[in-house]
């Protein structure tokens, strides 16, 4: 959604650069503003590294946390495939999600980092419960043991940030456009 995002405004500037020629000055077409071809590019750039980078974190964030419950819930056993999903361990094994689309070296670093914290975690539960520690994790106790790699208040707000910065940018976006018809 976002590179399409993406795409959609870099059509727009390039629509807007060629109906600004000199062929088209005598005729009704309507162009952009300089503020709104500013807050154009601006938007384009924005949903470039910057939401990148936020997407990046909130799919390792959500995964993480996915991982965490389901382990510490009755379907324990379903983390194994949960962790090739999320974190593939090299590139053969890369699924083709949309959220491992293009991944750049240092995003598959940074998704590999995420794996092993999420392995430690569970390892160090397995060697507890070797070591005859064991805690419920589904208690309190267990809970400050065990705890969530994220608190799930932190992440639904970044998630709705996400989503609203996307949403206060498609429409000025949307009222850019039907200005001009």
Known sequence: MRQKFRRQLQAILAWDKHYKAEEYK???????????????????DDFGDAMRLAYRSLVIGL??????????????????????IYFPSDEDDMPSYLFHHSLSAEEKKQLDKARKRCL?????????????????????????????????????AHVLLYLERFEDAKEKIDTILNSAV
């Open 26 to 44: 005598d005729q009704d077409v309507s162009v952009l503003s300089d503020d709104e071809r500013f807050f154009v590019v601006n938007a384009r």
């Open 63 to 84: 995964s993480r946390l996915a991982i965490h419950h389901t382990w510490f819930s009755t379907q324990c056993a379903e983390v194994e495939d949960l962790l090739r």
């Open 120 to 156: 430690s975690l569970l390892e160090r539960y397995v060697r507890d419960i070797e070591a005859g520690r064991v805690v419920d994790p589904l208690t309190e106790e267990g809970r400050k043991a065990y705890p969530p790699p994220i608190e799930e208040s932190v992440l639904v």
